[in-house]
């Protein structure tokens, strides 16, 4: 048999609300509100124009478990286009859209091939030859046992397997563990390459054969800085090439402000400035300014302003580039001890990125419990608990920082 070519895509989180960005223009609060559509019209528009024998996308398509009318809107026009190309769609659902949930339904069209909640497998018929692709939807959002045992083994020689799975590896403590699973469980299966959904960064297992997270094709904070994207794979029984496919329309960034020598004012505001522009080819950003090398005299100059004070004239030099570039925080790095808690507070912050709705109710549940305080709070919800954990994430900084 010949080669197939595929779209592998995840983590599309089609209406994300980015709670927790505060400050923006109302232009540009709709700029990163439209980010995660725009990153799914670049998958669509790529995948039309590049006619690859199929596109898989492996969990959480939505954001909620409640789909958005406008996201479901959004993505069953980009099937429509697909459709229209001849261009079929593999699809599971994950732990953020699981099948529980409550939505208006929308009719997809009949390139769409969804995987329910038992695993099942789909076969199409490309022009490299017969493939088999196995896979599930969440029917629940907590699937805390390993779902890989009910994928059957592969013994079609003259076949391509795939293997659809929306979860983390066994032992990762960085991120909420869902349907977990070894390298060892993968390859036992015999599968030419598994296609990895969960995890929002990029990274391959495994090469041969290939195990992939493509990441989440748009940021959504710092903790998912970077391009984001899916990958075109072209897989035969011999060989695989992959190819990384940029999706992101906003980037979120760290920029490090080196301050050795710095004694003036006017020099550090022209070092950021010079600093942005050359930080262009990253297009429009959502940036983090982190200030390195700061000496005795560069926090001098530091301590005679405010904070407020300083990122609002910071966020002045942004203005005038030609780009969309939003200074969302100040980072003041200490090197002497910098290396000592860094890899604390980052671990923290890891974790409680990767927490769902349930870990935080687990968590709080004795403060929601209380028969007085708990008629002053808000109802905790996904919106809630991402506010929560932005404002825990600075509490950890700020306190390391002090430490330091």
Request: aromatic content about 10%; glycine content about 8%; some cysteine.
């Amino acid at each position: 048999m010949g080669h197939i070519r595929f779209i592998h895509a995840a983590d599309l989180h089609l209406g994300s609300p980015f709670i927790g960005m505060k400050g923006l223009q109302k232009e540009h609060w709709q700029a990163l509100k439209d980010s995660t559509f725009v990153a799914f019209d670049r998958l669509i528009e790529y995948t039309v124009n590049e006619r690859p024998d199929f596109l898989l996308i492996v969990g959480d398509i939505y954001d909620g478990e409640n789909r958005s009318l406008r996201a479901q809107h959004r993505f069953q026009l980009g099937m429509q286009r697909l459709h229209e190309q001849g261009i079929p769609v593999i699809i599971s659902y994950g732990n953020h859209d699981h099948l529980s949930g409550k939505w208006t339904r929308f009719e997809l069209p009949d390139n769409v091939f969804a995987f329910d909640a038992a695993v099942g497998q789909i076969r199409l018929d490309t022009a490299g030859g017969p493939v088999s692709i196995t896979g599930f939807s969440y029917g629940e959002r907590h699937i805390k046992e390993s779902v890989v045992n009910r994928y059957p083994q592969a013994e079609e020689r003259d076949v391509l397997h795939i293997g659809m799975l929306h979860g983390s590896m066994e032992g990762d403590t960085n991120h909420a563990v869902y349907a977990p699973f070894t390298k060892e469980q993968l390859l036992s299966r015999n599968y030419d390459y598994w296609a990895l959904g969960h995890i929002h960064k990029r990274q391959v297992l495994h090469q041969d054969p290939p195990i992939v997270y493509p990441g989440n094709l748009q940021g959504r904070h710092r903790n998912e800085a970077g391009a984001k994207g899916f990958y075109d794979v072209t897989l035969s029984k011999q060989q695989v090439n992959q190819h990384f496919v940029e999706a992101s329309a906003i980037q979120f960034v760290t920029i490090p402000i080196n301050c050795s020598g710095i004694a003036h004012m006017n020099e550090l505001l022209e070092l950021c400035a010079e600093t942005l522009e050359t930080w262009g080819d990253q297009g429009p950003m959502i940036a983090d300014l982190r200030f390195t090398s700061i000496d005795e005299e560069t926090a001098g100059l530091f301590d005679a302003v405010t904070e407020t004070e300083l990122m609002e004239t910071v966020r002045e030099t942004a203005e005038v580039l030609d780009r969309f570039v939003w200074i969302d925080q100040l980072v003041f790095e200490s090197p002497q001890l910098d290396s000592e808690t860094s890899p604390l507070s980052e671990n923290l912050i890891d974790v409680l990125t990767g927490w769902e709705l349930n870990d935080w109710k687990e968590v709080l549940k004795e403060l929601y419990r209380h028969p007085k305080g708990s008629r002053y709070l808000e109802t905790l919800n996904d919106s809630a608990t991402q506010e929560i954990g932005r404002l825990a994430v600075e509490k950890i900084r700020h306190d390391m920082q002090l430490k330091e």
